[in-house]
């Protein structure tokens, strides 16, 4: 189900209301933008092995194309990858720990495939996909009255009950939903810390278009934005603000997974 109240969810999704929000300008001089956004909701988890593992059966052969753009069919084409990097490893293949080792390309091929699976039991004219930074940035950092943190749980330093990190010496993912003092507003959790997570808006562009869907990207651009820290990232990177841009094929990150969002889209991730 799909609530229709800001705050802590009963279920998966984490409903954050249409308005006006300011992403970007976190420092002194940091350029800023007002987004207006229609509601949309966020996955109060990142998507879990668990969770890939029926995409891993369908999504790498012949008839899988549909779900991946251009760009991600080249590179699947060149690399005949049939499961994402570490899949095998148990280090990271728990059930609940967050998948890692994926592309933009197989982050997006998965959410198209999962859109189509979920097509009937979407809100009208919205889909499952990967979230763009304004998208992301709000629903980790807003509360429920407008304000900004610099954290998703407020503005008290991280601790190693907030979030994964380095501090945390765990060397590795740790199963979602392990840290309830570090739930952001909304309600999602493992906003900073355990791993990085994929978007679909375009890094170079931030914060301006910020709001703005990626269709694709080659697979030599530079550019491709991740949000979040990571269960190896250091204290001083545990932010609502943190994010860097990357290719999107480089897949040999034991640190990078996805989230998905419900989101109203025209068209692209």
């Excluded at 933008?33 to 668990?50: K, N, Q």
């Excluded at 005949?80 to 728990?94: L, R």
């Excluded at 699976?117 to 990967?130: D, I, K, S, V």
């Excluded at 603000?241 to 025209?266: E, H, K, Q, T």
Aim: charged share 20%; glycine share 10%; proline share 7%.
């Amino acid at each position: 189900s799909f609530p229709t109240t800001f705050g802590k969810p009963t279920g998966y999704w984490c409903y954050v209301p249409a308005g006006t929000y300011r992403i970007g300008g976190w420092e002194e001089d940091e350029p800023a933008a007002d987004m207006t956004l229609p509601e949309y909701w966020m996955a109060c988890f990142s998507i879990t092995v668990a969770q890939f593992r029926p995409f891993v059966e369908v999504g790498y052969t012949a008839e899988a194309k549909r779900w991946w753009t251009p760009q991600g069919w080249q590179w699947q084409q060149k690399y005949k990858d049939t499961e994402p990097w570490g899949w095998d490893d148990p280090t990271w293949n728990g059930d609940n720990q967050p998948v890692i080792g994926v592309t933009w390309y197989e982050a997006v091929a998965f959410v198209n495939w999962l859109d189509e699976q979920l097509n009937n039991a979407l809100p009208e004219g919205y889909h499952l996909c990967l979230p763009t930074e304004a998208e992301w940035e709000v629903a980790a950092a807003y509360d429920g009255t407008g304000q900004r943190r610099t954290y998703p749980w407020g503005e008290d330093a991280p601790t190693t009950a907030h979030a994964v990190f380095e501090d945390s010496k765990l060397k590795r993912s740790a199963p979602i939903g392990c840290y309830p003092q570090g739930v952001a507003a909304c309600g999602a959790f493992d906003m900073v810390g355990n791993v990085f997570e994929w978007t679909c808006s375009h890094g170079a562009f931030y914060p301006e278009e910020g709001d703005q869907v990626m269709a694709d990207f080659d697979s030599g651009e530079f550019n491709t934005p991740i949000r979040g820290g990571s269960w190896s990232g250091k204290i001083e990177h545990m932010l609502c603000r943190a994010r860097r841009p990357i290719f999107p094929d480089r897949y040999i990150r034991d640190y990078l997974g996805f989230r998905v969002v419900v989101a109203r889209r025209d068209g692209g991730a």
